[in-house]
C-alpha cells in the first residue's frame, strides 16, 4: 500500500519521537529506509526527482562541473548527485542510511557518483577541503538543534578554497524547538557558515508552490581563496 504524503509524514515522525526519546536519533533514518522496503511513498522527503529549488538556481548560474568535484550530504534516494554527474561533476554522495545508499545504487545501476555510507559528523579525513561544490538540502533542518552547529561545520569543513556551497532548508523567523521535523532553520542559526570562514553570496527567502507554500531559503556561500583578515 503506497501512502499519502500527510500519513508517511505521520509515521516518520513517530519513528523519530521513539529515536529521539532514546537519544538516538541518528538510527531513526536507517530505520526509516529498512522499513520502507524500497517503498519511496513511506520516505516523507523522497520525490525521487531532483530538487526544483536546486535545479532552477543550477540552470540560472548555469552550472558546469568541468571535472570538478562535489560533495552530496544526506543524499537520500541520489537524484540531485545524478543530476549533478550530467552536469560534469565528480560526485561523491554519501548518508548515514547505507539503506539509502544501497537504494540509490539500485536505482541509477549505470551511475558514475560514487555513493558512500557515511556520518557527517564522522567524515573521512581525505574529505576535509576537498570538494568544489557541495550540496546540502533538508539535511540540517531533520536534526535535533544541539547538533545542526556541528553539522554546519562539518559540512565548512569538506569545502577547498574558492569552493562553493548551496543549502537549501526550510526556513523561519524564530526556531521552533517541539520537536517536529522537519523543523526549519533561522538567518542567525545559518550564520554558523559564515563564523566557518564562508561568504553569504545570495540569500534567496521565497516560498514554494507547495499546498500550503512552504517558506524556503536557498543560500549560496563561497569560501575564498585568501585567508579573511577579520
Ligand atoms: C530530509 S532527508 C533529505 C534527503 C535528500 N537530501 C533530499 O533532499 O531528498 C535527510 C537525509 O539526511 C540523512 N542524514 C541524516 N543525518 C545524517 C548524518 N549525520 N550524516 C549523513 N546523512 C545524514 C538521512 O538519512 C536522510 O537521507
Given at each position: 500500500?503506497?501512502?499519502d504524503e500527510q500519513?508517511a509524514r ?30 519511496a511513498s513511506?520516505i516523507p522527503w523522497a520525490d525521487q526527482q531532483v530538487n526544483t529549488h536546486f535545479k532552477d538556481w543550477a540552470e540560472r548560474q ?14 537520500g534516494?541520489?537524484d540531485d548527485?545524478?543530476y ?51 550540496l546540502?538540502i533538508y539535511?540540517?533542518q ?24 548551496l543549502v537549501i532548508c526550510r526556513g523561519t523567523e ?8 522537519p523543523?526549519p532553520l ?16 545570495a540569500f534567496d527567502d521565497f516560498y514554494d508552490q507547495e499546498e500550503p507554500p512552504r517558506r524556503r531559503f536557498r543560500i549560496h ?10
Open positions: 500500500m503506497t501512502l500519513q505521520e509515521k516518520a515522525q513517530h519513528l523519530y519521537d521513539t529515536y529521539t526519546s532514546r537519544g538516538d536519533v541518528l538510527n531513526y533514518f536507517s530505520t526509516l529506509y529498512q522499513q520502507a522496503q524500497g517503498d513511506a548555469q552550472l558546469q562541473g568541468n571535472n570538478r568535484r562535489a560533495l552530496v550530504v544526506g543524499c534516494l541520489g548527485a545524478e549533478l554527474a550530467s552536469l560534469g561533476f565528480q560526485v561523491t554522495a554519501f548518508d548515514i542510511a547505507p539503506e539509502a545508499i544501497e537504494w540509490s545504487k539500485r536505482r541509477f545501476p549505470e551511475t558514475q557518483v560514487h555513493y558512500e555510507a557515511a556520518n557527517l559528523f564522522a567524515l573521512p579525513q581525505a574529505w576535509q577541503q576537498t570538494f568544489d561544490f557541495i546540502e539535511t540540517i531533520t536534526l535535533p538543534h544541539e547538533l545542526r552547529s556541528r553539522a554546519m561545520e562539518c559540512i565548512s569543513l569538506c569545502l577547498a578554497p574558492d569552493g562553493n556551497l524564530n526556531e521552533e524547538r517541539d520537536g517536529k521535523i523543523s533561522s538567518r542567525q542559526s545559518l550564520s554558523v557558515f559564515q563564523s566557518c570562514g564562508l561568504q553569504e553570496v556561500y563561497h569560501l575564498s581563496n585568501t585567508p579573511s583578515n577579520s
